[in-house]
């Protein structure tokens, strides 16, 4: 009875004291990893995206997204702070509802974590050829600083590369930043630490230049897509914008994932979760006005007159000809574009150079959470237990580290920034929509337990956040909606092949304390249809 392996919050502790990482982050780290994951790729970069979706209506995307954010953060609290290990939401999934969901939710967040890095990884590259054109008047061709543009037909993709072969500054950065965290977790949070610092500055200074130049001329028309986008179009309009953009806020949940290697946990894991996104969201709606008064956000149409997505063929088109060369929404690296274009070069010149410098950090902490992700499915014995094994020196789950890297690095490699950022999307809304049922089915089946952090106004905030999550879910563009169920049943061949025969709960293994390490893990009775060591049902 798969539905019946539930790992209890016991076990999942005492697993995590046998195979521990070591607690060395703070609040003040957490935070500024939250922040690091949070700012990057969605300001910096999806601001052009959601403005060919939204035009200025992109302002209440950005609300609508933060807003479900905040409800799916205050769950994230309660349950972080009582289950301070890593994991994120499959830890919980594993704890309240059962193992077959959980697994599931591990599998999901793989979309919200590396394919997340991937995107950002592409922001990274529009940065750094935009500086390198702008500084030196170099540039890479297009077939090599771009990969293709896809759409679809049915379930098969079809790939144009005559705008983009391969981009080849985004597989340089993933791989670097992979190396970055194989060396070690304290290491990574020191350069981001650095990273932080110089991404809020260079907002800042965003803010700072382009309010004063703002005209409200330039937010009209205010939602020329409308709320939901023209008929027969998908993922467009204010609402369908909220849904790509919720890919900006999405990096609070990593701070989650690092709960093993946080000092006092239960009350340093609400404070980088809601802290960060607190921060952040201010930044968010400042940026985007400045963003909209200073140039403008009108989308551009395709040749024939019709609505376009971005990051599809006609979008290409359009941006190719000279009447949207210098429009937002064409760009690739909106912020400094915004600053060159009201005559602040130097300026945008160096926001390019921050950009160039602080995106690593988001993608570090994409990666981090996955790599976590990972390790923690490993030490369940869900994936094989070799991807749990922590290097000699730098103390890292190095070998997952790796695959990871080189996943991301193929991802960025062959898709474009908004395609990738939907894709994230539609994994990490149904991770975030089981968490929100784990808080309920907890303060139900355990009440007593003790909650650090108590989700206030629980039976309205939950729902309100599951709600949310469905709802943006089903505003993704039809293509991102679709992966999720394919690439979940490709996770469900896996799980059946490997995870639900190799299971330690399955297995009656549980693992005891860190004292005991070097002891092999102890049978206990199994669960009536679990498997036994030997594998006959008991």
């Not at 019946?4 to 999942?12: E, H, P, T, V, W």
């Not at 799916?72 to 830890?91: D, H, K, N, Q, W």
């Not at 670097?176 to 260079?202: D, F, W, Y």
């Not at 382009?210 to 008929?231: H, M």
């Amino acid at each position: 009875m798969i539905f019946g392996r539930i790992k209890s919050l016991d076990a999942i502790l005492a697993t995590a004291e046998k195979k521990s990482l070591v607690r060395t982050l703070g609040p003040l780290q957490l935070t500024l990893l939250g922040v690091g994951a949070i700012i990057g790729t969605g300001i910096f970069v999806l601001t052009a995206a959601a403005a060919q979706k939204a035009g200025p209506g992109m302002m209440w995307s950005f609300i609508i997204a933060g807003a479900v954010c905040a409800f799916a953060a205050l769950c994230y609290s309660e349950i972080a702070s009582m289950v301070p290990v890593s994991g994120s939401a499959y830890t919980y999934t594993y704890a309240v509802v059962g193992e077959l969901l959980a697994w599931m939710v591990g599998w999901a967040l793989i979309l919200e974590y590396a394919v997340a890095a991937s995107a950002v990884s592409v922001g990274w590259s529009g940065y750094f050829m935009g500086l390198m054109k702008s500084l030196t008047g170099l540039e890479l061709p297009q077939a090599l600083s771009a990969g293709p543009a896809w759409t679809m037909n049915g379930f098969i993709p079809n790939a144009d590369f005559s705008h983009g072969v391969i981009n080849i500054p985004a597989i340089v950065v993933a791989l670097a930043v992979t190396a970055l965290l194989v060396i070690g977790t304290t290491e990574s949070a020191r350069v981001n630490a650095v990273l932080v610092a110089v991404k809020v500055a260079a907002l800042t200074a965003f803010i700072a230049l382009t309010l004063p130049a703002l005209d409200t001329g330039n937010f009209s028309p205010f939602a020329p897509n409308g709320w939901f986008g023209p008929e027969g179009t998908s993922g467009m309009g204010i609402v369908g914008a909220a849904a790509s953009i919720f890919f900006a806020y999405v990096g609070f949940d990593a701070v989650s994932t690092a709960a093993e290697e946080t000092k006092d946990p239960q009350r340093n894991v609400p404070i980088g979760l809601i802290g960060s996104l607190a921060l952040c969201t201010i930044f968010y709606l400042f940026v985007a006005a400045g963003a909209i008064g200073a140039i403008g956000a009108q989308p551009v149409v395709g040749l024939d007159g019709s609505v376009v997505a971005p990051g599809s063929k006609g979008f290409a088109e359009a941006c190719a000809t000279a009447a949207h060369a210098g429009d937002l929404v064409c760009s690739n690296e909106a912020l400094a574009h915004v600053l060159r274009s009201i005559n602040w070069t130097v300026v945008g010149n160096a926001l390019g150079l921050a950009a160039n410098l602080a995106l690593p950090s988001v993608i570090l902490m994409m990666m981090f959470g996955q790599t976590r992700i990972f390790f923690v499915m490993a030490r369940d014995g869900l994936l094989p237990e070799k991807l749990a094994s922590i290097h000699p020196r730098f103390k890292t789950p190095h070998i997952v580290t790796m695959v990871t890297g080189v996943f991301v690095a193929i991802a960025a490699a062959l898709l474009p920034v908004g395609q990738l950022a939907d894709i994230s999307n539609s994994g990490t809304l149904f991770a975030f929509f089981m968490v929100s049922i784990a808080v309920l089915v907890l303060r139900v089946r355990d009440p007593n337990r003790a909650r650090p952090f108590r989700t206030p106004a629980v039976w309205f905030v939950a729902p309100m956040a599951g709600i949310g999550c469905l709802f943006l879910f089903f505003n993704l563009p039809v293509d991102a909606q679709m992966v999720l169920p394919v690439w979940g049943g490709l996770g469900l061949l896996l799980y059946f092949l490997y995870g639900y025969r190799k299971s330690h709960v399955a297995r009656g293994i549980v693992e005891t304390h860190e004292q005991d390490v070097g002891i092999p893990p102890q049978p206990v009775p199994p669960m009536p249809g679990a498997h036994t060591p030997g594998g006959r049902d008991a």
